[in-house]
């Protein structure tokens, strides 16, 4: 068993809508069947006794040692606590290879499982051992390292529920909900209209006060020291008891409370100075410590805290009583968790101390021991939710508080007898104003009832109605992807949208390309969907993208499939045939949104065939109305675009939208077949996303097909009255596109400049020129600047074949480099004359062509 190729799938993807990790695993002929290994499923579950029932997949009669791995790999997250279901096993077309998709939460997590698995399945076989406990240990370390933790989970899944995007900007609890011009960020439970200034006042709590005490909140006496002396002088001078603690903490870190003596205090002083130079002693008020969650104008949760304790019986230690409560599942190291575990330090020394205990004390039955004085779940508290007790003058403190700081989401610290009457006729005061609060203790009580406050966080960022997301339109298809996505992008633009787009000469937002190549994969589209100028999005979606990442989103508006050809790069990544392509191109269609639209081609079969995948609705576009599928969907009320009698028609139900052909210059007033597909496509898009008829009129009519709007596809030039056209075509079927153009404009002669693609099988690139023999006088071959794997002089030999029966080339040259084989076209050229300049390098070569027309 050798595994190779491990990729996360991001996205949606081949597969399924889940995160996933696919990898290639080769099995040996036994392992085909793994009945033919003795005692193997044995020894596998005497490793992995939870290990599910192992059976065949599809048409399998026999277990394969890829089916066992996968159950492995997705059986090893299952037991570690994560939550997965997803996982598959295809064999491929090469004998004993498969492809194995395991579903992922995390994906370090999931790589990690990936690896074990293999490790098991290995110990299995070589009957070696294998530590299922520090496997599964090393997953839940992980797991918890990686996920998010419970309060921003909390806002993350209140998004989730109302159908809001979100991508985790870092590996820690940064998150941005929505996309483009419609997203807002949060770190932790901050929110990106916080200011920067507000999180300062917070963490300053001598500051805080002063403040608060002028907004008329009640706070208790206190100062400001730097040394211990000065701090037992603050002491006695506001009397005792007092809390000490630093003056830029959180969390409850360093915070000792209940000081009556001075040699408390010295301990508590150097536990302080740990966390700040700058320490605090204020006035210690009695009472319980209340946390008062304030979000936006509004108090949505509140919990009483309970200081770290346990209760004797008599026989444990006081060390054993913390350790058998450490236990609880509910207690971690981290915040991972909804309770921590309790830490016996300095402080929880001197509380015991002050009990009159040590760790080693047995307390007796039913003794209450306390181990700190402060309830912060962070350092091992409990809580009660009390938010159905909080009277309104209190929650109106709380309110105030949040607002003279200046803190969006904000926890706010009360001691108090109780919240069940004001603040002031119980002698009690607020004693911290948090920023970022954790969320834990009113998520998931000790006691009590559990409260959504991710939901009220998310609701003050996104008011109802609102999901966060600006119209996403993919394209993908064989050919005319980039032409029918630079049409779209105008049209959005053309209405006043900001519109982002990708493509494979690369991004560009609003018009401005920043970042060149190739860009229409998914790190492409994520990237666009993280600019905050973007009002809609237009991708393009290649196959390779998809293949390695999966789809950049998690729904679209609409999905527009051009067509499906045999040229499209078969033979790479096990998609061999037709169908394995359009199965992989109609990702796009089986995840359109349920309100969006599908724009599908009924003249390919095959796509129209995707319309039963759509969630959603479908337009569908063909030249010819009558085809029995446009005819079907017209008659049933639905929409259509289609040509009729020089007009591009638009209907829907008794509605028609006309429009000339003659008015679309991209088209050549409709001779340009392949054009009019393209722009059917995009009108149809457009429409989806209500994009009004006198936009649209307005866009295709000043929409021209040239170097600079729409570079390498079908560009033309004129030079010394010969006519030009610059096309990145590179599959059969768009060179028979471009023949059929081409024949529809007159010339005295036609001279071809072509190379081919080396990642395409041998047929693809012999057919290329096999098409353009027919139509051309002169072909003129030369080499890619990249082979992509292809000996020397490879595809040229390729492409020379497939004119050994033209009917009409005559002449054949070879020329050795791109810009030598332009020069040598142009310069066999005559007035009248046509050229078809097929090119690799298309910023490079379109430049060296304008210069060449330029100069004459």
Not at 586 to 613: C, E, F, H, Y
């Amino acid at each position: 068993m050798q595994v190779s190729r491990i990729r996360a799938l991001r996205g949606p993807n081949l597969w399924s809508h889940h995160t996933s990790i696919e990898a290639i695993l080769t099995c040996s002929t036994d392992e085909l069947d793994i009945t033919q290994l003795p005692d193997f499923e044995t020894r596998l579950r005497s490793r992995f006794p939870d290990l599910s029932t192992l059976q065949p997949s599809g048409h399998l009669a026999a277990i394969t040692m890829a089916h066992v791995f996968e159950h492995v790999a997705l059986g090893l997250q299952a037991s570690a606590g994560c939550p997965v279901t997803f996982s598959r096993t295809t064999p491929t077309i090469e004998s004993g290879v498969f492809q194995v998709v395991v579903e992922y939460t995390e994906e370090a997590v999931g790589r990690l499982a990936v690896e074990l698995a293999e490790k098991l399945c290995t110990t299995a076989l070589q009957d070696s051992s294998f530590d299922l406990e520090g496997a599964l240990s090393q997953l839940r370390e992980l797991d918890e390292d990686v996920r998010l933790g419970p309060s921003t989970n909390s806002i993350v899944q209140a998004a989730v529920a109302r159908n809001i995007p979100y991508r985790r900007l870092t590996d820690g609890s940064m998150v941005m909900f929505g996309w483009g011009s419609k997203q807002r960020r949060i770190q932790a439970a901050e929110i990106d209209c916080t200011s920067a200034i507000a999180e300062s006042i917070a963490q300053d709590k001598e500051l805080t006060k002063k403040l608060l005490n002028a907004a008329g909140v009640p706070v208790p006496l206190g100062g400001s020291v730097t040394n211990v002396e000065d701090a037992w002088k603050v002491a006695c001078d506001i009397g005792m008891p007092v809390v000490v603690k630093p003056k830029g903490s959180n969390q409850g870190k360093g915070v000792t409370v209940n000081i009556t003596t001075r040699e408390r205090l010295n301990t508590a002083y150097a536990v302080a100075a740990e966390f700040d130079d700058t320490i605090l002693v204020e006035r210690y008020l009695p009472g319980s410590d209340y946390r008062l969650l304030v979000v936006g104008n509004k108090l949505v949760a509140a919990a009483r805290r309970d200081p770290p304790q346990v209760v004797g019986d008599g026989i444990k230690t006081v060390k054993q009583l913390v350790d058998q409560v450490n236990l609880d599942p509910k207690r971690g190291s981290g915040h991972a968790t909804s309770l921590t575990k309790i830490q016996i330090d300095e402080i929880a020394l001197a509380s015991l101390t002050s009990q009159g205990l040590t760790t080693e004390s047995i307390p007796p039955k039913g003794r209450r021991v306390h181990l700190r004085n402060n309830a912060n779940l962070s350092t091992g508290g409990s809580a009660t939710d009390v938010t159905d007790d909080v009277h309104p003058e209190v929650a109106a403190r709380a309110v105030a508080a949040a607002q003279m700081i200046g803190l969006d989401i904000c926890g706010v610290d009360l001691i108090c007898d109780s919240v069940l009457k004001p603040i002031e006729e119980q002698h009690g005061g607020i004693v911290e104003v948090n920023a970022a609060p954790g969320l834990r203790m009113h998520i998931s009580p000790s006691f009590g009832k559990g409260r959504q406050v991710g939901d009220a966080i998310i609701s003050s960022m996104f008011e109802e109605g609102n999901n966060g997301r600006i119209p996403v339109i993919a394209v993908t298809g064989t050919n005319g992807k980039t032409t029918t996505v630079r049409l779209i992008a105008h049209i959005l633009t053309t209405s006043g949208l900001r519109t982002g787009m990708t493509n494979t000469d690369g991004i560009y937002i609003q018009g401005r390309r920043i970042d060149t190549g190739d860009c229409s994969g998914p790190r492409s589209a994520r990237n666009v969907l993280l600019h905050p100028d973007i009002d809609a999005a237009v991708f393009e979606t290649a196959r390779g993208g998809v293949l390695r990442e999966g789809l950049a989103f998690d729904r679209c508006q609409v999905a527009v499939v051009t067509n499906i050809g045999s040229g499209d790069h078969l033979g790479l990544n096990y998609i061999t045939t037709v169908e394995d392509l359009a199965v992989l191109k109609r990702v796009v269609v089986q995840n359109v949104a349920n309100t969006g639209m599908a724009v599908l081609n009924a003249a390919d079969p095959i796509v129209a065939s995707m319309a039963k995948n759509c969630p959603g609705q479908v337009t569908f576009f063909a030249a010819d109305r009558h085809e029995a599928i446009m005819a079907t969907h017209r008659a049933q009320g639905n929409r259509v675009v289609y040509i009729e009698e020089g007009m591009l028609v638009a209907a829907e139900g008794k509605f028609k939208h006309r429009t000339p052909l003659a008015n679309i210059p991209i088209t050549h007033h409709g001779d340009i077949r392949f054009q009019v597909e393209n722009v059917m496509a995009a009108v149809a898009a457009a429409w989806a996303v209500s994009i009004s008829w006198q936009t649209i009129e307005t866009a295709l009519h000043t929409f021209v097909s040239d170097a600079g709007n729409a570079p390498g596809r079908f560009n033309l030039f004129q030079y010394r009255g010969a006519t030009l056209i610059a096309d990145y075509g590179h599959n059969p079927d768009a060179m028979q596109a471009l023949v059929n153009a081409v024949e529809s404009m007159p010339a005295k002669r036609r001279i071809a400049v072509i190379s081919g693609a080396g990642d395409r099988r041998d047929q693809d690139i012999r057919g290329q020129t096999e098409i353009l023999g027919s139509a051309f006088d002169e072909v003129i071959l030369y080499q890619d600047q990249c082979q992509r794997g292809r000996a020397d002089g490879e595809v040229i030999a390729l492409l020379r074949l497939g004119l050994n029966h033209a009917k009409r080339t005559k002449r054949i040259y070879e020329i050795n480099g791109e810009l030598l084989a332009i020069d040598s076209a142009l310069d066999k050229l005559a007035e009248g004359d046509l050229c078809l300049i097929l090119v690799d390098q298309v910023d490079v070569a379109l430049g060296h062509i304008a210069e060449r027309v330029q100069r004459g």
